[in-house]
DNA sequence: GTCTATAATTGGATAGAC
DNA sequence: GTCTATCCAATTATAGAC
């Protein structure tokens, strides 16, 4: 039995190769990105970047399926109280918000959308493993909440759509077109505040 | 004084250069598409393309220019009925989502989030020529429903934000990692209904 | 302005030694 | 597996004739 890689320094040939590819791709995109440049700065040499993965693209294509799969996988809301349903939402909308907003998970977004002509296969896997976790997770809490009467919901699955869109919001498209740095975390909890209180307006329990 | 120039048929071959390369930016992005390919489908050499245009980056700046210019330009809101509400904001609803689902528009989105790093500047100019437009449009119909009494709001900038967000919801990002195809327009018509629908409980007049 | 032909470079991928 | 050296195709950009 070994223990887990570590994350900060690679263990290995096939990892560091990985983790120089992975930042390249997320600082430039997948055409700006030479292989020559991934094995410079993975400091190995070209033939061993291809004796590991057999193309660029199958390079690409394993750093995203590589950083999905970590990034998205701790998103949950599964211990929230359905009764204090403002204090739940707040936090599911602050979770949500520091994911989607983090500069990883823009990066991934950036270069997936950009390359969707040449890869439409990454598009699916990073759809499930990302935003189909977050859209499962948000709606098994309005579930809960509209069951125990915190919410007055007709169909779950729109409303937890609606509330990710109100999330969004303006702010996550701006990063994509990179028209703004990173938020200090009191303008996010704005953010999520106010995303909240228009959700609350709509589906709170006294508005119906 | 001259006729303005046909859309579809060019005139002049900077206009047949201008057009055969806004076709393949927005068919396949920027780094798949080689000069030569321009100058193939538009049938002049190479050469003339860079006489008119000094380098594929420049002649990739005028096409998104050229597509933001004309694509967001007819985007109004000013002869709707503020206190026809929820009639004046369906029409809005449908033409936004017109707007911003259409695959021109998609295309261009593309592009310029996959561009971003190379590009910085390009983002700047289209967002000014469009989602600026479009919130400007939806602000100032915001604007006159609330002094009309049709609507309930404090802070006219966040309900236009969270409007457009609630209409753009799930099926812009989905368009947008290309995951599903052209709507019909009855689909449309339905995403627009309820994102008036859910506005409408948040802000509408009987709601506080 | 427009063409043909070509320069100059880059970049993905591999051969062969160790 | 890893390296050095190299091949080969594609691509941006330009020279020079008309």
Request: net charge neutral.
């Amino acid at each position: 039995m070994r223990m887990a890689e570590a994350r900060e320094e690679p263990v290995g040939k096939a990892a560091t190769i990985l983790h120089a590819a992975r930042q390249a791709f997320l600082a430039s995109g997948f055409g700006a990105v030479s292989m020559d440049a991934i094995a410079r700065e993975a400091a190995v040499s070209k033939a061993t970047v291809y004796a590991h993965f057999n193309s660029k693209e199958a390079l690409f294509g394993a750093v995203v399926a590589d950083v999905a799969e970590q990034h998205f996988a701790g998103f949950t809301a599964l211990e929230l109280d359905p009764h204090d349903i403002e204090a739940s939402l707040t936090t599911i909308a602050r979770r949500f918000l520091d994911l989607v907003l983090s500069p990883e998970a823009i990066a991934v977004n950036r270069i997936i959308i950009g390359e969707v002509t040449r890869f439409p296969a990454l598009s699916e896997v990073f759809w499930q493993a990302g935003p189909e976790r977050n859209r499962i997770q948000i709606e098994g809490f309005l579930r809960r909440a509209a069951a125990a009467g915190s919410l007055a919901i007709d169909d779950v699955r729109l409303a937890g759509e609606q509330f990710r869109s109100l999330l969004r919001g303006e702010i996550y498209l701006r990063r994509l077109f990179g028209l703004e740095g990173r938020d200090d975390p009191a303008a996010l909890a704005g953010a999520a505040a106010r995303a909240v209180h228009t959700f609350l307006r709509a589906f709170g329990p006294t508005s119906s």
